[in-house]
């Protein structure tokens, strides 16, 4: 045991120095040669090399989008690779952005802003509730640059690697509470007291308390945190993705306040209802906008009993 112990311990630091090398490397190119030339390379070479998550992307496009051909699918399949890849280097870049150059990539717009200063006004904080859709850690970082940001994230099980990942957030000051932190609600209520946004994506099947709402059509366990906490705070709740444009650029979709469904008198089943609705939402963009999400995530994994 001890030596499998040793043996995984140093594989994962072969890993964290492939990945640091790696990060290194990478931010020597010209950024829009490394976002628009080499990560699409890189993602069409991910794409063919992955096959179990190439099949995944496939298999659950098609159960979600049945009217479009096999062509169609496979060509949002591997858009999907190369974004994420484009995501994934976009966020080695995060130290060295100036905000003037961050600002000519992604920037929030005057209505963005304005609707945040509005529910900000009510003192209870503000929940930005979001995906894996477009570069989130963009978005993330667009809002911080105005406002006190907050995004809630899982730990990687890789500690050196967890740790440069947070380095990278917080460069562009973007402050993370680990969900699996014991002082994880304590850090999420201060935040909210001190007037603050907390962004949570609910748009994957994970090992936290969740329910099963609808989500293209089947039943899928969605984490019920964010609507639980917003219903017992009176924190107000917006859409706030990121949408990958042409050329390296982004821009956001916001909306107006969510406002929760009307209370049955029942809080679990008022969670239940919230949580829908919030995913109606997600559900929305993901359909007009396919390859800007994970499809290869095991969305339907948990089976309702």
């Known amino acids: 045991m001890g030596i499998i112990f040793y043996m995984k311990k140093y594989i994962r630091k072969c890993y964290y120095y492939a990945a640091y090398i790696f990060s290194k490397t990478i931010v020597l190119l010209p950024y829009n040669f490394a976002v628009n030339k080499f990560a699409d390379f890189m993602g069409t070479l991910v794409y063919y090399i992955v096959k179990d998550a190439r099949l995944k992307a496939r298999k659950h496009l098609s159960m979600c989008f049945p009217d479009k051909t096999k062509q169609e699918i496979e060509k949002i399949v591997k858009t999907i690779f190369q974004y994420e890849t484009k995501n994934f280097v976009e966020l080695l870049y995060f130290p060295k952005m100036s905000n003037e150059f ?3 990539i992604a920037s929030i717009t005057k209505e963005q802003k304005e609707i945040f200063d509005k529910l900000l006004k ?9 995906a894996h859709f477009g570069n ?30 947070v380095k990278y957030r917080n460069s562009r000051n973007v402050k993370v509470i680990l969900r699996s932190e014991t002082s994880s609600a304590r850090k999420m209520i201060k935040a909210l007291r001190n007037n603050e946004i907390i962004a949570m994506l609910i748009d994957q099947d994970t090992k936290v308390q969740s329910v099963f709402v609808d989500f293209f059509g089947k039943p899928a366990s969605t984490p019920l945190g964010l609507a639980a906490i917003a219903l017992k705070t009176g924190t107000p709740v917006v859409l706030c993705l990121d949408k990958r444009l042409p050329g390296g650029k982004h821009t956001f979709i916001v909306s107006d306040e969510i406002v929760p469904p009307a209370s049955c008198g029942n809080f679990d089943e008022d969670v239940k209802n919230f949580t829908a ?27 309702q009993v």
Do not use: C
């Not at 009510?122 to 979001?130: E, M, T, V, Y």
């Not at 667009?142 to 967890?162: H, M, R, S, T, W």
């Open 122 to 130: 009510r003192k209870k904080g503000l929940f930005a509730l979001s």
């Open 277 to 303: 609705k919030l995913t109606k939402y997600l559900e929305k963009n993901i359909k007009e906008n396919p390859e800007q999400w994970v499809w290869f995530h095991e969305r339907w994994k948990t089976k």
């Open 102 to 104: 961050f600002d000519s």
């Open 136 to 165: 989130w850690e963009i978005v993330a970082a667009g809002f911080a640059k105005v406002f006190p940001v907050n995004v809630v994230a899982k730990k990687i099980y890789i500690d050196e690697l967890n740790d440069m990942l």
